[in-house]
């Protein structure tokens, strides 16, 4: 006598669909990662709210707390082509607003998503992208901790794990389209952009996959910026000591000097204080100084910044370069001077004693 009953039809039916074998473990997955959700959510819209609502400065060009700035501190450690297309923005205003208003729409967007469970493993995947995009302009700072490291591998990770898991069947306004819109859940796209079961082969090698990816991403760029893998603690751009390149070095006979200067390393809470400059010739002597009060004197003309936000500027004991800053410095002479044709070299003192030179050519007359 064989027995028919729905409950044995329905276990039946489970066995042979390895899709509908794992409706539970779906749920159970999308459970788990509930906490992961939430807070990857929360962490998106409050960087998108933040801007919208309760800081709008970081959306206004003319504020101090504009974002522009920021994105101009990451410019000397942003990484693979970033800090190019960063300095682009940057010489371009209206596009680097643009770009500032879809970043922020798009982390809002994948707040939103992931914290009511909306199309879940979507905004999963674009929360991928976002930490990736992070790591390569930000990863390299904090120079009391890695925080934005730690910050992007997490976000990478999560994602990942959200990618999997999906929404399940509590806090999931997928699980609610799916039951509303039943046709619409049907389509064998839907559980890959919303939520819903997978087959347990699928969800393995994903799983087993984005494992990999997470640790490798993680111990990758925590090595390739900060060192400390398999050598010692060295970072590929110092984000606790300021440092100022100079280049392109122009000096008259009668002692006047122009050259770039850039601030491409250091904190970002705090710039790189000049408060003297000099010049030195072949044998070591000094042949041209500028203190401190001359340099806080100097005229907007003769510290021309390249970028809007990042800046050299004048300070009560010399100038201050940001974190970013770059600028074309013309220092003029301070008096009957003839230099004579040789190889002399430009230091400027910081505050803190440090010294950052670089080699110029007085030529023949």
Same mark, same amino acid.
């Given at each position: 006598?064989?027995?028919?009953?729905?409950?044995?039809?329905?276990?039946?039916?489970?066995?042979?669909?390895?899709?509908?074998?794992?409706?539970?473990? &779906?749920?159970?997955?999308?459970?788990?990662?509930?906490?992961?959700? =939430?807070?990857?959510?929360?962490?998106?819209?409050?960087?998108?709210?933040?801007?919208?609502i309760y800081s709008v400065g970081k959306l206004d060009p003319s504020s101090s707390a504009y974002m522009?700035? *920021?994105?101009?501190?990451?410019?000397?450690?942003?990484?693979?082509?970033?800090?190019?297309?960063? !300095?682009?923005?940057?010489?371009?205003?209206?596009?680097?607003?643009?770009?500032?208003?879809?970043?922020?729409?798009?982390?809002?967007?994948?707040?939103?998503?992931?914290?009511?469970?909306?199309?879940?493993?979507?905004?999963?995947?674009?929360?991928?992208?976002?930490?990736?995009?992070?790591?390569?302009?930000?990863?390299?700072?904090?120079?009391?901790?890695?925080?934005?490291?730690?910050?992007?591998?997490?976000?990478?990770?999560?994602? =990942?794990?959200?990618?999997?898991?999906?929404?399940?069947?509590? &806090?999931?306004?997928?699980?609610?389209?799916?039951?509303?819109?039943?046709?619409?859940?049907?389509?064998? &796209?839907?559980?890959w952009i919303f939520s819903g079961p997978l087959p347990v082969v699928v969800v393995t090698r994903f799983?087993?996959?984005?494992?990999?990816?997470?640790?490798?991403?993680?111990?990758?760029?925590?090595?390739?910026?900060r060192g400390a893998v398999y050598s010692p603690l060295v970072a590929r751009t110092n984000p606790k000591?300021?440092?100022?390149?100079? !280049? *392109?070095?122009?000096?008259?006979? !009668?002692?006047? =000097? !122009?050259?770039?200067?850039?601030?491409?390393?250091?904190?970002?809470?705090?710039?790189?204080?000049?408060?003297?400059?000099?010049?030195?010739?072949?044998?070591?002597?000094?042949?041209?100084? &500028?203190?401190?009060?001359?340099?806080?004197?100097?005229? *907007?003309?003769?510290?021309?910044?390249?970028?809007?936000?990042? =800046?050299?500027?004048?300070?009560?004991?010399?100038?201050?370069?940001?974190?970013?800053?770059?600028?074309?410095?013309?220092?003029?002479?301070?008096?009957?001077?003839?230099?004579?044709?040789?190889?002399?070299?430009?230091?400027?003192?910081?505050?803190?004693? *440090?010294?950052?030179?670089?080699?110029?050519?007085?030529?023949?007359?």
């Amino acid at each position: 006598m064989s027995d028919s009953s729905p409950t044995t039809r329905e276990t039946t039916a489970a066995a042979a669909d390895p899709t509908m074998r794992n409706i539970d473990m &779906w749920t159970l997955l999308g459970l788990t990662m509930l906490g992961v959700r =939430l807070v990857q959510g929360w962490v998106y819209w409050g960087g998108a709210s933040r801007r919208l609502i309760y800081s709008v400065g970081k959306l206004d060009p003319s504020s101090s707390a504009y974002m522009g700035h *920021k994105m101009n501190t990451a410019i000397p450690g942003a990484i693979f082509g970033t800090g190019d297309a960063l !300095s682009a923005l940057l010489h371009h205003p209206t596009l680097l607003y643009g770009a500032i208003i879809i970043f922020t729409l798009v982390e809002l967007l994948v707040g939103l998503g992931l914290v009511f469970g909306f199309m879940t493993r979507f905004f999963g995947l674009i929360s991928v992208g976002l930490a990736i995009s992070l790591m390569l302009m930000f990863g390299w700072l904090g120079s009391t901790c890695v925080d934005e490291w730690t910050m992007a591998s997490n976000s990478f990770a999560m994602g =990942l794990g959200i990618m999997i898991a999906g929404g399940g069947s509590w &806090w999931s306004l997928d699980h609610w389209v799916a039951k509303k819109f039943p046709r619409l859940a049907r389509h064998a &796209w839907f559980p890959w952009i919303f939520s819903g079961p997978l087959p347990v082969v699928v969800v393995t090698r994903f799983a087993k996959l984005f494992g990999i990816f997470a640790i490798v991403f993680a111990v990758g760029f925590y090595s390739y910026l900060r060192g400390a893998v398999y050598s010692p603690l060295v970072a590929r751009t110092n984000p606790k000591n300021h440092h100022i390149a100079l !280049s *392109k070095p122009v000096l008259s006979s !009668s002692g006047n =000097l !122009s050259l770039v200067a850039y601030v491409d390393a250091g904190p970002d809470t705090q710039g790189a204080y000049v408060i003297q400059a000099s010049i030195v010739d072949a044998s070591g002597h000094v042949v041209e100084t &500028w203190g401190g009060k001359v340099l806080s004197e100097l005229a *907007k003309t003769e510290l021309s910044n390249e970028y809007s936000y990042s =800046l050299f500027k004048p300070t009560k004991y010399g100038f201050v370069g940001a974190l970013g800053a770059r600028a074309t410095i013309s220092l003029p002479h301070q008096g009957l001077l003839t230099l004579a044709p040789g190889n002399y070299r430009a230091i400027f003192l910081g505050i803190d004693g *440090k010294q950052w030179k670089t080699q110029v050519v007085v030529g023949m007359q």
